[in-house]
């Protein structure tokens, strides 16, 4: 048990400092070279939602750390001003884009563009190319590299808790609320779930599921229609931490007893949610990890030109429960 204890604590210490000491890492790097100070260009989808926040933070960290000049644009949601402020980027000549696709199809022809001028690329949390023909770590040809959650495998991770809260001897009624179905992350969400789910045996059947757009008062409006539609559902899953908090208000309101369980999971209000019981478990993604991740790959794509393409770079994403909230440090 002493040894047990100690592994755990360990583990935990080891995700907690990741962050620093790839921000020492590319602190050392970046004194390397004083002859041209490198400007790295970031345009998120919109920084109105605290996970976009936390990885532009991350970026800039790590950048700042490097010696590195960071350059962050906000679309505010407008997949056409994302697109005029790659070109914006283009035209003040950064050494190095990334980007968080607003539409994965339409950001096809944003990394052509960007090759054209001979600019390293790197996709963050979201892939390239339409999900229904590319697999989740097969990147669009000219990327320099993909930086995600593996959203597949937090859907999957998601399911495998689902399986649990399941009532035994009959088949349980489930909800899904989707996150908007623009992004490729939508589909990944809800097919790694399903997968768990039939893995494990599960005698099941999807009632309901409905698109939002993220945010926890549509969170709350979509299950509130759930529980009125299907007082005697058994489970709801939730794309985000951030519409589970909506979902979790629904619930309480209804007086229903219905399991709550979602992907997504990290920031202080989820974890806040967890701790409290009103949801049941989340998975861990880790926001500004992916913001310092998506750098290092910028960095190495910048700096030395034999750096390979097409890489798929992703990281561990442990169950979030009531137990186990250390499991999950970041919290943003």
Known sequence: MGGERTGAVAERRRRTTLVAASLLLFSACGRS??????????????????????????????????????????PHGSVEQQAN??????????????????????????????????????????????????????????????????NYKAGTVAGEMAAKLLPPGRTAKIAIVMGDPAYAIVKLNSDGFLAALDKAKANYRIVAEQPTNWTPDEGESVCQNFLTAHPDLDLIYSHADDMAIGCARAIDAAGSKVKLVATGGGSRLGTDAIRAGEVD????????????????????????????????????????????????????
């Open 33 to 74: 070279d004083q002859n041209h100070k490198l400007t790295f260009g970031y345009v998120p989808a919109s920084l109105e939602y605290p996970f976009n926040v936390a990885l532009a933070e991350g970026f800039e960290q790590a950048a700042k750390a490097a010696g590195v000049n960071a350059v962050v644009l906000d």
């Open 281 to 332: 478990g989340s998975v861990c993604t880790r926001p500004k990890l992916l913001g310092v991740l998506m750098f290092k790959a910028m960095y190495e794509a910048a700096t030395n030109p034999r750096t390979p393409t097409g890489r798929f770079i992703t990281y561990d994403m442990p169950p979030i429960t009531k137990d186990k909230l250390a499991d999950c440090p970041e919290l943003w």
């Open 85 to 150: 402020a790659i070109d914006d980027l283009l035209a003040q000549q950064v050494d190095a884009i990334g980007f968080l696709p607003l539409d994965s199809v339409i950001a096809e022809s944003f990394v052509d563009r960007i090759n054209e001028e001979k600019v390293p690329v790197v996709s963050v949390a979201l892939q390239v190319g339409d999900s229904a023909k590319r697999k989740t770590d097969d990147p669009y040809p000219g990327l320099s590299a993909l930086v995600v959650t593996d």
